[in-house]
């Protein structure tokens, strides 16, 4: 004989509530990690903040810490609020003093200096790191522009052209991107 019910915590339930349970659930928890990957994007550091090199075709060497970081040669407008909804900074998880240096990059390089909260922000060769909220993957390189804040620039640390390892700056490529 089939039995339509199931034991939950002794109790038994109908099987088609812990289906339509379980669906809502998966629902529930599907938009939750929507939610967290999105906030992790934002802020990776609650992992530890790990800084490496990638290649790339298009720009050489570039700093990468889960996603593309970027460096603001600032404007007359601070970069506040309204700002880092579109330019997180690349922050240190509360407790830890310092970021990781991955493949490629030099620990000399990697710094910290202290943001409102009293959180850390990374820096490499004294210029403070931010991510793009439009890039989605280590690499992708939509945050060159200049805008209301300033010139945000990808930090290339080898140029494509095969130059020295340098900290340099790569030039926006254009236009504004429109905040």
Do not use: E
């Not at 009293?118 to 805008?147: C, I, P, S």
């Not at 300033?150 to 080898?158: A, D």
Request: contains cysteine; positive net charge; glycine residues 16%.
């Amino acid at each position: 004989m089939k039995h339509n019910s199931r034991s939950i915590g002794g109790h038994r339930v109908p099987r088609g509530k812990v289906v339509a349970t379980s669906i809502a659930v998966g629902a529930l928890l599907a938009t939750l990690g929507g939610v967290a990957v999105s906030g992790a994007a934002a802020n990776l550091a609650s992992s530890g903040t790990v800084i490496s090199t990638l290649k790339t075709t298009t720009y050489g060497t570039i700093l990468v810490s889960g996603k593309t970081v970027y460096t603001l040669k600032p404007s007359k407008v601070a970069c506040t609020a309204k700002c880092l909804k579109t330019w997180p900074q690349v922050l240190l998880a509360k407790g830890t003093t310092k970021a990781t240096a991955g493949h490629g990059v030099s620990a000399a390089k990697l710094g910290t200096l202290k943001v409102a909260g009293g959180r850390l922000q990374v820096t490499y060769a004294g210029q403070a790191l931010y991510w793009f909220t439009l890039d989605h993957a280590a690499g992708q390189v939509k945050g060159n522009a200049t805008d209301t804040w300033g010139k945000w620039s990808v930090v290339v640390t080898v140029k494509s052209s095969g130059g020295s390892p340098t900290t340099t700056t790569t030039a926006p490529g254009g236009g504004g991107i429109g905040f």
